[in-house]
Protein backbone atom coordinates (compact mmCIF):
# COMPACT_ATOMS: atom_id res chain seq x y z
CA UNK A 1 0.00 0.00 0.00
CA UNK A 2 2.76 2.53 0.33
CA UNK A 3 4.97 3.98 -1.88
CA UNK A 4 9.24 3.24 -0.80
CA UNK A 5 9.78 7.46 -0.45
CA UNK A 6 6.22 7.73 2.15
CA UNK A 7 7.85 8.79 5.28
CA UNK A 8 5.17 6.89 7.66
CA UNK A 9 5.80 6.97 11.18
CA UNK A 10 3.60 5.33 14.01
CA UNK A 11 3.46 5.83 17.67
CA UNK A 12 0.43 4.31 18.85
CA UNK A 13 -2.02 7.14 18.46
CA UNK A 14 0.07 9.56 19.32
CA UNK A 15 1.02 11.32 16.09
CA UNK A 16 0.68 9.75 12.50
CA UNK A 17 2.42 12.30 9.85
CA UNK A 18 1.77 11.45 6.56
CA UNK A 19 2.58 12.62 2.92
CA UNK A 20 -1.34 12.30 1.63
CA UNK A 21 -4.77 11.72 2.55
CA UNK A 22 -4.45 8.77 0.03
CA UNK A 23 -2.21 7.44 2.38
CA UNK A 24 -4.53 8.10 5.34
CA UNK A 25 -7.21 6.05 3.88
CA UNK A 26 -4.89 3.37 3.04
CA UNK A 27 -3.55 2.87 6.81
CA UNK A 28 -7.23 3.13 7.91
CA UNK A 29 -8.29 0.29 5.61
CA UNK A 30 -5.21 -1.63 6.56
CA UNK A 31 -5.61 -1.95 10.38
CA UNK A 32 -9.68 -2.52 10.04
CA UNK A 33 -8.70 -5.60 7.90
CA UNK A 34 -6.02 -7.20 9.59
CA UNK A 35 -8.20 -6.69 12.79
CA UNK A 36 -11.03 -8.14 11.81
CA UNK A 37 -9.24 -11.32 9.80
CA UNK A 38 -7.25 -12.05 13.17
CA UNK A 39 -10.61 -12.08 14.93
CA UNK A 40 -12.28 -14.21 12.30
CA UNK A 41 -9.12 -16.75 12.57
CA UNK A 42 -9.66 -16.46 16.33
CA UNK A 43 -13.47 -17.54 16.13
CA UNK A 44 -13.81 -19.26 13.07
CA UNK A 45 -10.64 -20.39 11.79
CA UNK A 46 -12.31 -22.53 9.04
CA UNK A 47 -14.14 -19.81 7.60
CA UNK A 48 -10.97 -17.85 6.70
CA UNK A 49 -8.91 -20.91 5.75
CA UNK A 50 -11.95 -21.66 3.47
CA UNK A 51 -11.76 -18.00 2.11
CA UNK A 52 -7.94 -18.77 1.35
CA UNK A 53 -8.92 -21.78 -0.12
CA UNK A 54 -11.16 -20.42 -2.57
CA UNK A 55 -8.74 -17.61 -3.21
CA UNK A 56 -5.79 -19.98 -4.37
CA UNK A 57 -8.54 -21.83 -6.69
CA UNK A 58 -9.28 -18.83 -8.21
CA UNK A 59 -5.62 -17.96 -8.54
CA UNK A 60 -4.63 -21.10 -10.01
CA UNK A 61 -7.08 -20.90 -12.65
CA UNK A 62 -6.10 -17.60 -13.54
CA UNK A 63 -2.39 -19.39 -14.15
CA UNK A 64 -4.42 -22.30 -16.13
CA UNK A 65 -3.33 -24.75 -13.47
CA UNK A 66 -7.10 -25.94 -13.17
CA UNK A 67 -8.07 -28.49 -16.03
CA UNK A 68 -11.01 -27.58 -18.19
CA UNK A 69 -12.94 -30.74 -19.11
CA UNK A 70 -13.55 -31.31 -22.79
CA UNK A 71 -17.74 -30.90 -21.76
CA UNK A 72 -16.90 -27.82 -20.62
CA UNK A 73 -14.47 -26.68 -23.09
CA UNK A 74 -16.57 -27.58 -26.17
CA UNK A 75 -19.38 -25.37 -24.18
CA UNK A 76 -16.88 -23.25 -24.24
CA UNK A 77 -16.39 -22.97 -28.06
CA UNK A 78 -19.81 -23.58 -29.21
CA UNK A 79 -20.10 -20.34 -26.90
CA UNK A 80 -17.40 -18.21 -28.30
CA UNK A 81 -18.47 -19.36 -32.20
CA UNK A 82 -21.98 -18.04 -31.36
CA UNK A 83 -20.85 -14.79 -29.88
CA UNK A 84 -18.81 -14.54 -33.55
CA UNK A 85 -21.53 -15.72 -35.65
CA UNK A 86 -24.38 -13.72 -34.34
CA UNK A 87 -23.54 -11.34 -32.25
CA UNK A 88 -19.95 -9.54 -33.82
CA UNK A 89 -20.26 -10.91 -37.85
CA UNK A 90 -17.21 -9.89 -40.05
CA UNK A 91 -15.36 -6.75 -39.05
CA UNK A 92 -13.21 -5.76 -41.65
CA UNK A 93 -9.61 -3.81 -41.03
CA UNK A 94 -7.66 -1.63 -43.00
CA UNK A 95 -4.17 -1.75 -42.03
CA UNK A 96 -1.16 0.81 -43.27
CA UNK A 97 2.15 1.37 -43.25
CA UNK A 98 3.80 4.28 -42.97
CA UNK A 99 7.68 4.08 -44.94
CA UNK A 100 5.65 3.82 -48.11
CA UNK A 101 1.57 3.94 -47.38
CA UNK A 102 0.89 0.90 -47.83
CA UNK A 103 -2.25 -0.40 -47.66
CA UNK A 104 -3.75 -4.02 -46.66
CA UNK A 105 -7.78 -4.76 -46.27
CA UNK A 106 -8.02 -7.71 -43.93
CA UNK A 107 -11.35 -9.12 -43.97
CA UNK A 108 -12.88 -11.79 -42.02
CA UNK A 109 -14.43 -14.15 -43.92
CA UNK A 110 -17.07 -17.66 -43.17
CA UNK A 111 -17.76 -20.29 -45.20
CA UNK A 112 -21.73 -20.59 -44.91
CA UNK A 113 -23.23 -16.52 -44.90
CA UNK A 114 -25.93 -15.04 -46.08
CA UNK A 115 -26.24 -14.02 -49.77
CA UNK A 116 -25.98 -10.76 -48.80
CA UNK A 117 -22.93 -10.49 -46.78
CA UNK A 118 -21.20 -12.27 -50.22
CA UNK A 119 -22.11 -9.97 -52.05
CA UNK A 120 -21.17 -6.62 -49.86
CA UNK A 121 -17.71 -8.61 -49.87
CA UNK A 122 -17.66 -8.21 -53.95
CA UNK A 123 -19.04 -4.75 -53.63
CA UNK A 124 -15.60 -3.31 -51.38
CA UNK A 125 -13.09 -5.49 -53.76
CA UNK A 126 -14.63 -3.90 -56.79
CA UNK A 127 -13.54 -0.75 -55.77
CA UNK A 128 -10.73 0.78 -58.48
CA UNK A 129 -8.85 1.58 -55.35
CA UNK A 130 -8.28 -2.21 -54.50
CA UNK A 131 -5.86 -3.75 -57.02
CA UNK A 132 -4.93 -7.16 -55.42
CA UNK A 133 -6.82 -9.88 -54.04
CA UNK A 134 -5.45 -13.01 -51.86
CA UNK A 135 -7.38 -16.00 -52.05
CA UNK A 136 -6.91 -18.45 -50.12
CA UNK A 137 -7.52 -22.25 -50.96
CA UNK A 138 -6.32 -25.92 -50.79
CA UNK A 139 -5.73 -27.93 -53.96
CA UNK A 140 -5.27 -31.53 -54.98
CA UNK A 141 -2.51 -30.75 -57.17
CA UNK A 142 -0.11 -28.55 -58.95
CA UNK A 143 -2.47 -29.49 -62.19
CA UNK A 144 -5.47 -28.11 -60.40
CA UNK A 145 -3.53 -25.00 -59.60
CA UNK A 146 -2.27 -24.78 -63.11
CA UNK A 147 -6.40 -25.00 -64.21
CA UNK A 148 -7.29 -22.39 -62.07
CA UNK A 149 -4.79 -19.91 -63.02
CA UNK A 150 -6.23 -21.03 -66.65
CA UNK A 151 -9.66 -20.29 -65.55
CA UNK A 152 -8.62 -16.77 -64.82
CA UNK A 153 -7.09 -16.08 -67.66
CA UNK A 154 -10.07 -17.34 -70.03
CA UNK A 155 -12.43 -15.59 -67.60
CA UNK A 156 -10.13 -12.42 -67.94
CA UNK A 157 -10.34 -12.67 -72.01
CA UNK A 158 -14.15 -13.58 -72.68
CA UNK A 159 -16.11 -11.50 -70.48
CA UNK A 160 -18.83 -12.38 -72.36
CA UNK A 161 -18.65 -15.87 -70.88
CA UNK A 162 -17.49 -14.08 -67.48
CA UNK A 163 -20.96 -12.37 -67.04
CA UNK A 164 -23.06 -16.14 -68.22
CA UNK A 165 -21.34 -17.44 -65.27
CA UNK A 166 -21.75 -15.07 -62.82
CA UNK A 167 -25.96 -15.04 -63.63
CA UNK A 168 -25.60 -18.34 -63.13
CA UNK A 169 -24.68 -18.26 -60.06
CA UNK A 170 -26.55 -15.86 -58.82
CA UNK A 171 -29.75 -17.96 -59.73
CA UNK A 172 -28.20 -20.85 -58.06
CA UNK A 173 -28.67 -23.04 -61.42
CA UNK A 174 -24.35 -23.28 -61.84
CA UNK A 175 -23.75 -26.34 -60.08
CA UNK A 176 -26.35 -29.34 -59.71
CA UNK A 177 -28.05 -29.42 -56.07
CA UNK A 178 -25.93 -32.67 -54.72
CA UNK A 179 -23.10 -30.40 -55.69
CA UNK A 180 -23.97 -27.80 -53.44
CA UNK A 181 -25.42 -30.01 -50.83
CA UNK A 182 -21.88 -32.15 -50.77
CA UNK A 183 -20.25 -28.42 -50.52
CA UNK A 184 -22.28 -27.58 -47.27
CA UNK A 185 -22.33 -31.04 -45.51
CA UNK A 186 -18.77 -30.50 -44.82
CA UNK A 187 -19.27 -27.58 -43.18
CA UNK A 188 -22.63 -29.82 -41.37
CA UNK A 189 -25.18 -27.22 -42.61
CA UNK A 190 -28.45 -28.36 -43.38
CA UNK A 191 -29.15 -27.61 -47.29
CA UNK A 192 -32.79 -27.33 -46.40
CA UNK A 193 -31.69 -24.36 -43.73
CA UNK A 194 -29.55 -22.69 -46.14
CA UNK A 195 -32.32 -22.16 -48.59
CA UNK A 196 -34.69 -20.98 -46.15
CA UNK A 197 -32.06 -18.34 -45.27
CA UNK A 198 -30.95 -17.73 -48.49
CA UNK A 199 -27.53 -19.12 -47.40
CA UNK A 200 -24.26 -19.72 -50.01
CA UNK A 201 -20.93 -20.83 -49.70
CA UNK A 202 -17.59 -19.37 -49.82
CA UNK A 203 -16.10 -22.14 -52.05
CA UNK A 204 -18.87 -22.33 -54.80
CA UNK A 205 -20.65 -19.04 -54.62
CA UNK A 206 -18.14 -16.13 -53.57
CA UNK A 207 -15.39 -17.56 -54.99
CA UNK A 208 -17.00 -18.10 -58.33
CA UNK A 209 -17.95 -14.57 -58.63
CA UNK A 210 -14.83 -13.40 -57.78
CA UNK A 211 -13.45 -15.10 -60.67
CA UNK A 212 -15.74 -13.71 -62.96
CA UNK A 213 -15.96 -10.11 -61.35
CA UNK A 214 -12.58 -9.34 -61.06
CA UNK A 215 -10.43 -12.20 -62.35
CA UNK A 216 -7.26 -9.65 -63.00
CA UNK A 217 -6.86 -8.95 -59.45
CA UNK A 218 -7.24 -12.19 -58.14
CA UNK A 219 -3.83 -13.99 -56.46
CA UNK A 220 -3.94 -16.98 -55.56
CA UNK A 221 -2.82 -18.21 -52.41
CA UNK A 222 -3.57 -21.85 -52.90
CA UNK A 223 -1.70 -24.61 -50.97
CA UNK A 224 -1.68 -28.27 -52.00
CA UNK A 225 -3.00 -31.11 -50.26
CA UNK A 226 0.49 -32.87 -50.60
CA UNK A 227 2.20 -30.66 -48.27
CA UNK A 228 -0.21 -31.15 -45.68
CA UNK A 229 2.05 -33.32 -42.67
CA UNK A 230 0.99 -36.81 -42.89
CA UNK A 231 1.30 -36.84 -39.11
CA UNK A 232 -3.16 -37.17 -37.76
CA UNK A 233 -1.96 -35.41 -34.15
CA UNK A 234 -4.11 -32.43 -33.82
CA UNK A 235 -0.99 -29.77 -33.38
CA UNK A 236 0.74 -30.99 -36.68
CA UNK A 237 -2.20 -30.08 -38.46
CA UNK A 238 -3.00 -27.24 -36.29
CA UNK A 239 0.23 -25.62 -37.42
CA UNK A 240 0.25 -26.32 -41.19
CA UNK A 241 -3.70 -25.66 -41.60
CA UNK A 242 -3.71 -22.28 -39.48
CA UNK A 243 -0.26 -20.64 -38.85
CA UNK A 244 1.56 -22.60 -41.93
CA UNK A 245 -1.08 -20.97 -44.45
CA UNK A 246 -1.01 -17.91 -42.79
CA UNK A 247 2.56 -17.39 -43.11
CA UNK A 248 2.46 -18.34 -46.62
CA UNK A 249 -0.06 -15.75 -47.10
CA UNK A 250 1.85 -13.35 -45.76
CA UNK A 251 4.80 -13.88 -47.98
CA UNK A 252 2.37 -14.08 -50.49
CA UNK A 253 1.02 -10.42 -49.36
CA UNK A 254 4.47 -8.96 -49.03
CA UNK A 255 5.23 -10.22 -53.16
CA UNK A 256 2.09 -8.59 -54.22
CA UNK A 257 2.99 -5.11 -52.35
CA UNK A 258 6.00 -4.82 -54.36
CA UNK A 259 4.06 -4.37 -57.43
CA UNK A 260 0.74 -2.83 -55.47
CA UNK A 261 -0.23 0.01 -53.26
CA UNK A 262 -3.66 -1.96 -51.99
CA UNK A 263 -4.04 -5.17 -51.51
CA UNK A 264 -7.27 -6.98 -49.62
CA UNK A 265 -6.67 -10.43 -47.62
CA UNK A 266 -10.42 -11.69 -47.38
CA UNK A 267 -9.48 -14.69 -45.25
CA UNK A 268 -11.19 -17.39 -42.69
CA UNK A 269 -12.24 -15.24 -39.47
CA UNK A 270 -10.20 -17.92 -37.40
CA UNK A 271 -7.20 -16.55 -38.70
CA UNK A 272 -7.64 -12.49 -38.20
CA UNK A 273 -5.92 -12.14 -35.02
CA UNK A 274 -2.44 -14.49 -36.42
CA UNK A 275 -3.13 -11.40 -39.62
CA UNK A 276 -3.74 -8.98 -36.86
CA UNK A 277 0.31 -9.94 -35.10
CA UNK A 278 1.77 -10.95 -38.63
CA UNK A 279 1.19 -7.44 -40.13
CA UNK A 280 1.82 -5.58 -37.04
CA UNK A 281 5.20 -7.60 -37.06
CA UNK A 282 5.82 -6.15 -40.19
CA UNK A 283 5.31 -2.34 -39.99
CA UNK A 284 1.30 -2.26 -40.59
CA UNK A 285 -0.58 0.07 -37.91
CA UNK A 286 -4.38 -0.13 -38.08
CA UNK A 287 -5.76 3.46 -40.22
CA UNK A 288 -8.61 3.92 -38.11
CA UNK A 289 -10.95 2.50 -40.79
CA UNK A 290 -13.17 -0.50 -39.86
CA UNK A 291 -16.80 -2.26 -41.58
CA UNK A 292 -18.44 -4.26 -39.66
CA UNK A 293 -21.17 -6.84 -41.82
CA UNK A 294 -23.38 -9.01 -40.74
CA UNK A 295 -23.19 -13.02 -41.63
CA UNK A 296 -26.89 -13.28 -41.53
CA UNK A 297 -26.29 -15.85 -38.66
CA UNK A 298 -29.62 -15.72 -36.52
CA UNK A 299 -29.87 -17.55 -32.68
CA UNK A 300 -32.23 -19.37 -34.70
CA UNK A 301 -29.81 -20.31 -37.40
CA UNK A 302 -27.23 -20.71 -34.95
CA UNK A 303 -29.59 -23.22 -32.81
CA UNK A 304 -30.93 -25.52 -35.87
CA UNK A 305 -26.64 -25.70 -37.04
CA UNK A 306 -25.23 -26.35 -33.94
CA UNK A 307 -28.73 -29.44 -33.69
CA UNK A 308 -27.36 -30.73 -36.93
CA UNK A 309 -23.39 -31.09 -36.14
CA UNK A 310 -24.63 -32.64 -32.81
CA UNK A 311 -26.87 -35.18 -34.37
CA UNK A 312 -23.94 -35.99 -36.82
CA UNK A 313 -21.69 -36.75 -34.70
CA UNK A 314 -23.95 -38.50 -31.99
CA UNK A 315 -20.93 -40.80 -30.52
CA UNK A 316 -19.01 -37.24 -29.60
CA UNK A 317 -20.27 -34.97 -26.58
CA UNK A 318 -19.92 -32.22 -28.46
CA UNK A 319 -22.12 -29.78 -27.97
CA UNK A 320 -23.99 -31.79 -25.56
CA UNK A 321 -24.36 -29.17 -22.57
CA UNK A 322 -25.60 -26.51 -25.47
CA UNK A 323 -28.16 -28.52 -26.27
CA UNK A 324 -29.30 -29.20 -22.85
CA UNK A 325 -29.92 -25.72 -22.30
CA UNK A 326 -31.77 -24.95 -25.05
CA UNK A 327 -33.92 -27.90 -23.90
CA UNK A 328 -34.26 -26.38 -20.41
CA UNK A 329 -35.02 -22.55 -22.06
CA UNK A 330 -37.80 -23.94 -23.62
CA UNK A 331 -39.18 -25.82 -21.10
CA UNK A 332 -38.94 -22.93 -19.00
Same mark, same amino acid.
Given at each position: ??????QV??????QVPLTSALDLVFVTMSLFLSSRCCRRLLHEPSSVFHRFNRLRDVRRWLKGKVEVSPEQANLNAVLNLRRLVVDVGSIQMDFVREVDNKQVLLIPMHHVASESFFVEVLEELQQPHVQGVLV??? @??? %??ALQGELHE????????? @??? %??AEQLRRGSRYPEQRVREELAAYAFPFELAVQHNFRTQELYWKGLLKCLVPEKIIPADVLASQIPSSKTPEAQHRF?????QEYALRMLKQALETMDVVALPWGFHHTQGFVQGLRARGFTPSGRTVRRGLGWTAEVFDQYITAVAQRSKDNPLYAEWMMGQQQQQQQ
Open positions: FFDRNSSFNFGVEGI @LDS %RQLEVLGRDRE @LAA %RVLVLGR
